[in-house]
């Protein structure tokens, strides 16, 4: 069964950088786009970004567009967020999720995993 | 403020049939089958209910139901049962990816 695990969340300061991690299985990785989805304690979901099927194209949304970067390694079945310059506003847990039609990086998100929780406090 | 406007909340009583509303525009919901649905139960991965606007995923009871009228995508919950409190989001796409500011739905 498709299952995706997040990992690398945990409390950070201002301005310093962490990394997430995505492992998914029970699916060809390597066909679909997959997407980072946050939320913010108390308020709603946020898509974050999405990265095509091969990793040959990336969005963002405009509150991380530059600090933030998606990347996945299809041999090791993983996506993964690079977050820099994180600011407290960053603060939430993030999801990835796969979208549904291979090949294609919009929604739908028909899997998505349990979420990590980053924090980011002095 | 999102592309996207849903009710803060809906209630209703079990057995009943409630509709949660998404409206947008005529880029994220009047003109294309864009809209999906998402059931958020706290702690929980959130869950794909209805995609291009009225179809259900494998496994998705046929109590849900998605439909739009103009720029206004709809959620329609037949037969509310206990286990159907949650928090809805509508989700489009018009260039980048829009969620609605969430549904929090109270089975009273």
């Known amino acids: 069964q498709v299952q995706l695990v997040e990992s690398g969340g945990g409390v950070v300061q201002p301005g310093r950088s962490l990394r997430l991690s995505c492992a998914a299985s029970?699916?060809?990785?390597?066909?679909?786009?997959m997407h980072w989805v946050r939320q913010a304690p108390g308020k709603g979901l946020e898509w974050v970004a999405v990265?095509?099927?091969?990793?040959?194209?990336?969005y963002y949304a405009d509150s991380v567009k530059g600090p933030f970067t998606i990347s996945r390694d299809n041999s090791k079945n993983t996506l993964y967020l690079q977050m820099n310059s994180l600011r407290a506003e960053d603060t939430a847990v993030y999801y990835c999720?796969?979208?549904?039609?291979?090949?294609?990086?919009?929604?739908?998100?028909?899997?998505w995993g349990q979420g990590t929780l980053v924090t980011v406090s002095s | 403020q999102s592309a996207l406007t849903q009710p803060a909340s809906v209630s209703g009583s079990p057995g009943q049939s409630i509709t949660i509303s998404c409206t947008g525009t005529?880029?994220?919901?009047?003109?294309?089958?864009?809209v999906s649905w998402y059931q958020h139960h706290p702690g929980k991965a959130p869950k794909l209910m209805i995609y291009?606007?009225?179809k259900r995923p494998s496994g998705v009871s046929n109590r849900f139901s998605g439909s739009k009228s103009g720029n206004t995508a709809s959620l329609t919950i037949s037969g509310l049962q206990a286990e159907d409190e949650a928090d809805y989001y509508c989700?489009?796409?018009?260039?980048?990816?829009?969620f609605g500011g969430g549904t929090k739905l109270t089975v009273l």
């Open positions: 291009e606007g009225s």
């Open positions: 990265i095509s099927y091969d990793g040959s194209s990336q």
């Open positions: 005529s880029s994220t919901v009047g003109n294309y089958d864009l």
């Open positions: 029970g699916f060809t990785f390597s066909s679909y786009g």
């Open positions: 989700c489009s796409y018009a260039g980048t990816v829009v």
């Open positions: 999720a796969r979208g549904m039609v291979r090949g294609v990086i919009f929604p739908p998100f028909d899997y």
